[in-house]
Structures are given as C-alpha cells and as structure tokens.
C-alpha cells in the first residue's frame, strides 16, 4: 500500500516537472512573478525597437545604387539613366517627351 502511494506521489512530481518544463505552468512565487514580469517588460521593449527600426527604414530615403552594368545596358537600349532612382513622375514625363 505504501510503495503504491509513494509511486502514486512520483508520477504526481514527474508531470509537474514535466507541465513545469513544457511552459504549462508557471511558479507562483515571488521570484517567478518578477523574473516573468521582467521578461515580458524586455520582450515588449524589444518588439517597440524593432518597430522602430523599421519605421526608420520606411521613412528613409531611398538609396540608390548605380551600376556600371545597368548602365550600359540602358543606354544601350535606348533608356536613360533617369530610369534607375528617379521618382515615378520624373520617369512618367520622361516616358511622355518620347
């Protein structure tokens, strides 16, 4: 009786251990409370700065970068070098002088 209450009392342990382990549970203690607190705290931080960077990048000029090769080749055909950076209504008017 008493081995079967104290295997009982194990398998109890191991699936706490194991909820514990898969993130099913958490601890209630104080420790737990702030630790958990303080990870949410500096996952939101992180999420804000990521958004951040990217309205940075949105809001940026566009660089633009020139190749020789494109170049070339555009002049070759026919196009200009305006066609490479410029601003839709620089390449509409371009497009309307031909």
């Known amino acids: 009786m008493q081995r079967a209450e104290i295997q009982k009392q194990r398998a109890a342990d191991k699936a706490a251990k194991a909820e514990k382990l898969a993130g099913l549970r958490k ?4 420790m737990g409370v702030a630790l958990a607190s303080m990870n949410k705290q500096a996952e939101e931080a992180k999420a804000k700065a990521a958004a ?3 309205k940075a990048k949105l809001l940026s000029p ?3 970068i020139k190749d020789a090769n494109i170049e070339a080749a555009l002049n070759a055909t026919g196009g ?3 066609t490479l950076g410029s601003s839709v209504s620089a390449r509409l008017a371009a497009l309307k002088r031909k």
């Open 27 to 30: 601890d209630t203690g104080g």
């Open 80 to 82: 200009s070098a305006l």
């Open 52 to 54: 951040s960077e990217l």
């Open 62 to 64: 566009n660089e633009v």
